[in-house]
């Protein structure tokens, strides 16, 4: 009996574990006219519901015109990194966005994506409108140096419709293509912990 209860409480620790204390990001390939010198989120592991405090230092000496950003998101497992689906346009998606302005945010907030994007989309449209110099109701969007300081971000609760986006640690291959050249501009690799502020165990043997 002991046992089992030890085992059971592995297999919820296992779920709850976190292996990451700050965010793990690496330049996979950027231009080189895009330098990424900076990207952290605190607090790490990443709490849901809840505000982050993000800080960007990019360096973009190029102009930005249609891009095509592609999102491939796997949750590492003890077994295996497990490939997450594009679900309600959240996960391992692809979006575009097509200048002038931020028709994607936009489209993020008018269809409220798996009901929690709204917020979120509103949230960065007004953060990118607080950067100096960066004029994104330009087409194309002239070259910016973006330096953003731990702005704070509130992040939603999961929806169940999500119950993918569990707690756990995330691997994630970002990457921005110029729509027009096909030119790769930005490829990041972000590896985080999320973890959830309530029912933190939500196996059959933990409730
Ligand atoms: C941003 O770009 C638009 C379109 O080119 C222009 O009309 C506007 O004056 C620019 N804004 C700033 C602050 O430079």
Redo the contacts with the bound molecule.
């Keep these: 009996m002991f046992l089992f209860t030890v085992a059971v409480f592995a297999l919820c620790l296992g779920v709850t574990h976190a292996s990451y204390s700050q965010l793990d990001w690496s330049d996979c390939g950027s231009d080189p006219r895009v330098s990424i010198t900076k990207i952290d989120v605190s607090p790490m592991p990443i709490v849901l519901p809840g505000p982050i405090h993000l800080t960007l230092q990019v360096k973009a000496d190029l102009s930005i015109s249609d891009i095509q950003i592609h999102m491939d998101v796997k949750r590492h497992t003890f077994l295996l990194d497990l490939p997450i689906p594009c679900l309600f346009h959240v996960g391992s998606c692809t979006y575009e966005n097509s200048c002038?302005g931020l028709p994607l945010l936009d489209t993020m907030v008018a269809e409220d994506w798996a009901g929690i994007m709204a917020g979120l989309g509103g949230q960065i449209r007004t953060m990118l409108t607080t950067v100096p110099g960066l004029?994104t109701?330009?087409c194309p969007v002239p070259p910016a140096t973006i330096n953003i300081q731990q702005y704070t971000l509130n992040l939603p609760p999961v929806p169940s419709i999500l119950s993918f986006f569990a707690e756990g640690d995330y691997k994630a291959h970002v990457t921005a293509t110029d729509k027009s050249t096909g030119q790769q501009l930005i490829c990041l690799k972000l590896a985080l912990t999320i973890k959830e502020k309530e029912e933190p165990c939500t196996g059959i043997f933990c409730g």
């Design positions: 002038p004029n109701t330009a």
